[in-house]
């Protein structure tokens, strides 16, 4: 299954539960891309010792089968560069990861 994940909260234990999710997807076979919208682009700031997102980010860019993609408008509205756990697309991207994927998820 492709299962495409829309992440546009920077809530810590949102964020922690997407990432949970998509790992546990990518341990059942599945391919998973995650799109980064609005506060989302910000996941990564808001690891805690409650919720180790940074350690399920690492976890799931680990894979082959994962993909993360965040809005560029949303990064630039923040002021945020591209990186490996933040990598600058735009909507197209969106568009395509609606289009191909089995199953959207949003949190």
Do not use: H
């Not at 690492?58 to 894979?63: C, E, T």
């Amino acid at each position: 299954m492709k299962l495409g994940i829309i992440l546009s909260t920077n809530n810590a234990e949102k964020n922690w539960n997407a990432f949970r999710l998509a790992n546990l997807a990518l341990s059942k076979g599945d391919m998973v891309t995650i799109f980064l919208t609005g506060e989302g682009v910000e996941y990564g700031q808001m690891s805690s010792s409650s919720f180790n997102i940074e350690e399920q980010a690492g976890r799931f860019l680990q894979s082959e089968k994962a993909k993360i993609v965040a809005c560029g408008t949303c990064m630039a509205i923040r002021k945020q560069g591209s990186s490996k756990e933040c990598p600058e697309g735009g909507i197209e991207d969106l568009y395509r990861l609606i289009a191909d994927s089995d199953k959207i998820i949003t949190f």
